[in-house]
């Protein structure tokens, strides 16, 4: 009979080990599906942020391409005024009519009228660009601390702890704030 009792020990430890594991199973579980939802949805701002910064850095390229284009043509009014000035004086000395020497005169300055709007229009371009960048910086800084935030979730799950893992989502909070935040002020 001792064998049995011996036995039934055994089994009622084993039993008992089983249920308190259970039940420190049954208290972590909630905080591991916190964790795996948080991190889902850290991963989703991430993507996000991603599309936007990605956005932002072509919407600056093509500014900066448009204000090249802006500057090339000011270049050509420029040169065109140049020419017609040059035009002017040799029909000048050459006392051609003042009538067509004043037309020519009158191309010039109409060359360096629009020279000015051009420049303004090319640095307009220059400082939408300039802006889309700074845009850029910022949304690809938020991916990189989401990830940082994402990353510390699983250290969290992989060495379960808790505390690493609301480490987490103070940075992952801190960097949808900051995305929230400038994707409404632009």
Same mark, same amino acid.
């Given at each position: 009979?001792?064998?049995?009792?011996?036995?039934?020990?055994?089994? #009622?430890?084993? &039993?008992?080990?089983?249920?308190?594991?259970?039940?420190?199973?049954?208290?972590?579980?909630?905080c591991l599906r916190g964790?795996?939802?948080?991190?889902?949805?850290?991963?989703?701002?991430?993507?996000?942020? *991603?599309?936007? *910064?990605?956005?932002?850095?072509?919407?600056?390229?093509?500014?900066? *391409?448009? &204000?090249? #284009?802006?500057?090339?043509?000011?270049?050509?009014?420029?040169?065109?005024?140049?020419?017609?000035?040059?035009? &002017?004086?040799?029909?000048?000395e050459l006392h051609a009519?003042?009538?067509?020497?004043?037309?020519?005169?009158?191309?010039?300055?109409?060359?360096?009228?629009?020279?000015?709007?051009?420049?303004?229009?090319?640095?307009?371009?220059?400082?939408?660009?300039?802006?889309?960048?700074?845009?850029?910086?910022?949304?690809?800084s938020v991916v990189t601390?989401?990830?940082?935030?994402?990353?510390?979730?699983?250290?969290? &799950?992989?060495?379960? *702890?808790?505390?690493?893992?609301?480490?987490?989502?103070?940075?992952?909070?801190?960097?949808?704030?900051?995305?929230?935040?400038?994707?409404?002020?632009?």
């Amino acid at each position: 009979m001792e064998e049995t009792e011996i036995g039934e020990v055994g089994v #009622d430890k084993h &039993a008992e080990e089983a249920h308190e594991k259970a039940q420190e199973e049954k208290h972590r579980v909630p905080c591991l599906r916190g964790l795996a939802v948080s991190s889902a949805c850290l991963a989703v701002i991430a993507a996000v942020a *991603s599309l936007k *910064s990605g956005h932002c850095a072509n919407e600056a390229l093509l500014k900066q *391409s448009q &204000a090249t #284009d802006q500057w090339a043509y000011y270049q050509a009014k420029g040169n065109k005024a140049a020419t017609r000035l040059a035009e &002017a004086e040799i029909l000048a000395e050459l006392h051609a009519d003042p009538a067509r020497v004043a037309t020519v005169r009158g191309d010039v300055e109409k060359y360096q009228r629009e020279q000015e709007e051009i420049r303004a229009e090319a640095q307009r371009c220059e400082r939408e660009s300039k802006a889309d960048m700074a845009l850029h910086e910022w949304f690809a800084s938020v991916v990189t601390l989401l990830q940082v935030s994402i990353g510390l979730s699983a250290i969290g &799950a992989l060495i379960e *702890s808790r505390k690493i893992w609301l480490a987490s989502m103070l940075a992952g909070g801190a960097a949808t704030v900051v995305f929230v935040a400038r994707w409404i002020l632009g």
